[in-house]
């Protein structure tokens, strides 16, 4: 028997590098960025204003000599501690800190796409600071399995002619990357979110989890790089 089937399911309906942004971008335009706390070159004011950030990502990637940033599925961050939606508690380990998604940062209008074929569950306008922005949700069915994929920070223009239930085919644009005054004050990224219980919630879902929710959100929102594949 296999220890997580849902995991080999996900893993099984791509068969390669599968974008979830597109502006012409090849795999190997890629680079990973790590903005945990272990990165000592970031000591808070990097991720502080999104300006700061911005600065910081133009020289990584400049660095690297690639595109588009990616990376932060169970990553463990300090820049949520800039907005109290999140530090809920005082108490360690109740901080919600632990990034559940994975982050693809690249230009504001960037086009967002269906990473697989599906139905919009559900949207909504995520506008309190530091939050989503405006959010799809899709809902996707298998076999044996129904899930979601939950596509945040994007423009507010994206969500004006949506209606539930409408058919994305894999690929198929369904937004675009919001600015940092749409987008809950980010540089322009896509957070990206497999969730498979959505317990209830439409047109949200949390993005980050405490130490001691984590054991859960994990098992519930695997690594979305199952299905893009950027290795
Ligand atoms: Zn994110």
Redesign the pocket.
């Known amino acids: 028997m296999h220890k997580n089937t849902f995991f080999d399911c996900l893993a099984g309906l791509t068969s390669g590098f599968t974008p979830v942004v597109d502006a012409g971008f090849f795999m190997g335009d890629y680079v990973h960025i790590d903005l945990s706390v272990k990165n000592r070159e970031l000591g808070g004011q990097e991720l502080a204003s999104p300006e700061k950030f911005n600065d910081y990502l133009s020289k990584y990637l400049q660095k690297s000599g690639k595109k588009v940033a990616y990376g932060?599925y169970h990553e463990k961050r300090g820049l949520y501690n800039r907005s109290n939606l999140f530090s809920a508690a005082e108490k360690e380990g109740l901080d919600r800190n632990i990034?559940l998604?994975i982050?693809i940062w690249a230009e504001e209008n960037t086009p967002v796409l269906a990473v697989l074929s599906g139905k919009l569950h559900s949207f909504q306008d995520n506008s309190a600071f530091g939050d989503y922005g405006p959010t799809i949700i899709l809902e996707h069915r298998t076999e044996n399995y129904i899930f979601y994929t939950l596509y945040?920070h994007l423009s507010r223009q994206s969500l004006s002619s949506l209606e539930i239930g409408q058919d994305f085919e894999q690929g198929e644009k369904i937004a675009e990357l919001g600015g940092a005054s749409e987008n809950g004050n980010y540089v322009p990224h896509l957070?990206f979110q497999v969730i498979k219980d959505l317990e209830g919630k439409r047109g949200d879902y949390p993005?980050v989890a405490s130490e001691i929710g984590i054991r859960f959100y994990l098992k519930n929102c695997p690594d979305p790089n199952l299905l893009l594949k950027i290795h």
């Open positions: 932060g990034h998604g982050d945040g957070h993005g």
